[in-house]
């Protein structure tokens, strides 16, 4: 079983839309949770962390379920620059980070 | 700051010759670690580093050698390269609290 597992899409939505991905994960241990955006052909950024209370950082929130071992991230608003793979990433105790095949998000004008 | 900076950005290799990849923070991060990315895989950690001195094996090390001699450096050695190995190392940092600072990226063809 991976450690992390996400639908990999692809997502295609309309400018102007509310787009919703969730990422489970497999050790109930585990301590810190981060979302990464990644663009064609580019390195992973740091788009957020996620906090047990979750957080809202602009038309983005991300969420976390720990009784359930999974997180999520809600993009409101969908721009055409919102185009990119969107990486649930996942820290252990023995900080080792896990990451997800991705999910691919393409919003369409 | 530059951050995570990784040379070459690109690499063609024959099949049984050796290199290594550069990579160098500023940030003063204690740990560092080498990723392979490869389509549908994900990344997959092949060594990483707790700090200078002091080096630990990955989820995929094998044909992979690596040293910490500094805390900003973190040199990624291909043995005898094999067309497997053809993929996209990100080398990347980070400190306690924060996530991962990822270099641009080396695309490497092993022919």
């Known amino acids: 079983r991976k450690e992390v597992e996400q639908d990999p899409g692809p997502f295609n939505v309309p400018e102007g839309a509310t787009v919703a991905f969730n990422c489970t994960y497999s050790?109930?241990?585990?301590?810190?949770f981060f979302w990464y955006r990644q663009d064609c052909r580019k390195e992973p950024k740091l788009l957020m962390s996620?906090?047990?209370s979750g957080n809202e950082d602009g038309r983005f929130t991300a969420q976390l379920n720990r009784a359930s071992q999974y997180i999520s991230l809600l993009i409101r608003d969908s721009k055409l620059s919102d185009s990119a793979t969107y990486l649930c990433?996942?820290?252990?105790?023995?900080?080792?980070?896990?990451f997800g095949t991705g999910t691919s998000l393409t919003v369409i004008p | 700051n530059a951050g995570v900076t990784q040379t070459p950005k690109f690499q063609v290799l024959k099949t049984g010759q050796s290199m290594t990849l550069q990579c160098a923070q500023d940030?003063?991060?204690?740990?560092m670690s080498w990723y392979r990315q490869d389509p549908g895989m994900g990344l997959r950690l092949i060594h990483y580093?707790?700090?200078?001195?002091?080096?630990d094996q990955g989820e995929v090390p094998n044909g992979y050698n690596v040293s910490r001699s500094t805390t900003e450096d973190f040199p990624l050695r291909l043995l005898s390269a094999a067309p497997s190995q053809t993929s996209v190392y990100f080398c990347?940092?980070?400190?306690?609290?924060?996530?991962?600072?990822f270099g641009s990226g080396t695309r490497l063809t092993v022919v």
């Open positions: 990347a940092s980070f400190r306690q609290g924060y996530g991962y600072t």
């Open positions: 940030m003063n991060h204690e740990y």
């Open positions: 050790n109930s241990a585990s301590q810190s």
């Open positions: 996620v906090y047990s």
């Open positions: 990433v996942v820290r252990d105790t023995g900080n080792q980070f896990y």
């Open positions: 580093s707790v700090g200078a001195g002091i080096t």
